[in-house]
């Protein structure tokens, strides 16, 4: 009787360590696995672009192109350059960014919070004043032009021009010419430049003012005149790889400012820039 006690205690013994040995097995092979799928991942690397959203039409252009001629997939992201940066502050991952003006990729570099050799001004613009399509309003744009008296009972459609770069360039070029105190109250404020066109687009705002390639892709507005460049400071889009960012958003950017990708930027109606690094 106590041998056969032995026996089964044995036998327990037994199944317990092939058990063991068995979960052991099937978590070396889980851990396997996870490692086989991440080794997937990695193959098929994807890169995060944060952008300002007048970059939105090229971009969803090129974007495709870039993938096609190197595999990595890119997730664009637009909104405005304020809102953007403070994502990546916060702690975003995100592998390359474009910036409406220098402002806000200057106040990541402040922060050590992008790789200062990749910084590269990509593209520029202009500011130009819209009216829906419709309007038969005419304007000369010239210092003290009665733009207060074109809105009549309407609000000026602009991005925020406290933090959004286009609504800072329309602020400085409306007090360069002297119109800014008669028109400050009587602002329709948009969360980006985008916005700011939809208003005029959809006919709740008279008047707005935005980039020129933002109006170029709108039909539903027409463009009344442009800001003479003398009005603000140079539009221009600098681009950078925050910190982290994956080597496919080096990539990225250098395939913004190549022949094929500045034609692309042309054609949609960006203007060159002389700087290609700070």
Known sequence: MALGVAQAGSMTLLRVRVRRRFLLVMGLLAVASLHAADTGREGRESITVFAAASMTNVLQDLAPAFTKETGVAVTLSFGASSALARQIEAGAQVDAFISADEAWMDYLAARK????????????????LIAPADSHVSLAIAPGFPLRAALGDGRLAVADPDTVPAGRYAKAALTQLGVWDSVKSRLANADNVRAAL???????APLGIVYATDARIEKHVQVVGVFPAATHAPITYPAAVPAGGKPGGAAFLGFLGSPAGAAVFARYGFTRVARTSR
């Open 198 to 204: 939809a208003f005029v687009a959809r006919g709740e």
């Open 113 to 128: 919070l992008i790789m200062p050799a990749s910084r590269r001004d990509i593209a520029g613009n202009a500011l130009v």
